[in-house]
Structures are given as C-alpha cells and as structure tokens.
C-alpha cells in the first residue's frame, strides 16, 4: 500500500488511491503470469476505473447523474444505496482460446497489461511528485516571506 507521510491535497488523496489500485492490479497481473502452466487457470483482472472516476468526483464536489427508480405500487421495495459501497470489480479475462490442459492465459496479453499498468502507476508517481514539488515551493515562498 502506498501511504504518503502528509496529505498534500484532494488530488495527492486521489492519487493516493490510485496508486494503490495499481498496485493491486500489478500483483493481479503477476499472479496470471506465475500460472501460465497451471491446468485450468483462466487469468483475473479487476476493473476500478469506475470507482476512481466515482471516488474524484465525490473528493471534487462533482455530481454524477442520477437514474431514479420508479416505484409503481406501493408494495415494491425501496432501491439498495450502493454509493456508499466501494468495491473494485473481479473478473476473468477468457478473451483466449484455452489450451489443451484449459489453461487461457496468454503471455503476451499479461506482459501488455503489465507494461500498460507500470506506464499508469509512473505516470501516477510523476504526478504526485509534481503536486508534492508544487505545495513545497509554496512552503518555502512563505517561510521566506517571514
């Protein structure tokens, strides 16, 4: 888990999370990559776009639409409030014909998933580093300014 020492803003909490993500993607991706001979392995990813995109838009004051459900008789049952709820989706990624031994993972698909991933969580780093940099002059221009 990475865990800043100090809270730099909303944005370094978001990206705080992000790269958390990230990080739990790349140990996904690895796990595929260390069963590529396991009989009836079929590979696993996990989806948490969405959920970033949701948790920005709460930690910036943006609402997201939203579809109202009808109710059309008194009896039926009230929505569930998922918003509250925030779980990364898990899934089989068997976009692969299986081999003999049913096993669908594919090497090369793995290793651009895993080179797509690092390139994010460098870019995520860079950006937090760059917010770091940024409250730090700030900082610094104050203490100088006294």
Known sequence: MFKAPFSVSQAGEF??????????????????????????YRPRDIA?????????????????PVLEMAKTAPMHMDPIDSSGRVQPTMFYRDGHMARNDGNSVDLDVEMSEMNKNSTMYSALVNAYKKNSAIFSSVLDASRSLQ
């Open 48 to 64: 948490f776009e969405d959920i970033l995109k949701k948790e920005a838009n709460k930690m910036f004051g943006q609402k997201e």
């Open 15 to 40: 990206v705080q999370s992000a790269l958390n993500a990230r990080a739990v993607r790349q140990d996904m991706i690895s796990g595929n990559i260390a069963n590529v001979d396991t009989p009836y």
